[in-house]
Nanobody, 118 residues
Framework: QVHLVESGGGLVQAGGTLRLSCAAS????????MGWYRQASGKQRELVAQ???????NYGDSVKGRFTISRDNAKNTVYLEMSSLKPEDTAVYFC????????????WGQGTQVTVSS
């Protein structure tokens, strides 16, 4: 079983920056993708960004050019640098890991709240 622990959420003003981290532990051998999904109140969960072990990336359309995903394979940790934040970025952000790019994996973190005030 894979255990994902997120950190770094919080309250930020519009236009500000925030950095999320997610560390994976447990049965991580063979894991390929790590990434972030988010779910705003009353909306479906959506892709924010995803990165493979080979550092190939995939972003949701609404965050392209503003968010950057990176990964430290030695630490089994993924990071999400969020800049130019907008109130519509307010959501619970979930760390995710799995095997295939383009789809969420089976492993989810507990989620961390990001709130962007206008």
């Amino acid at each position: 079983q894979v255990h994902l622990v997120e950190s770094g959420g919080g309250l930020v003003q519009a236009g500000g920056t925030l950095r999320l981290s997610c560390a994976a532990s447990g049965s991580i051998y063979g894991l390929n993708t790590m990434g972030w999904y988010r779910q705003a109140s009353g909306k479906q969960r959506e892709l924010v960004a995803q990165i493979s072990r080979g550092l190939r990336t995939n972003y949701g359309d609404s965050v392209k050019g503003r968010f950057t995903i990176s990964r430290d394979n030695a630490k089994n940790t993924v990071y999400l640098e969020m800049s130019s934040l907008k109130p519509e970025d307010t959501a619970v952000y979930f760390c995710n890991s799995g095997l295939y790019m383009g789809r969420p994996g089976n492993n989810w973190g507990q989620g961390t709240q990001v709130t962007v005030s206008s």
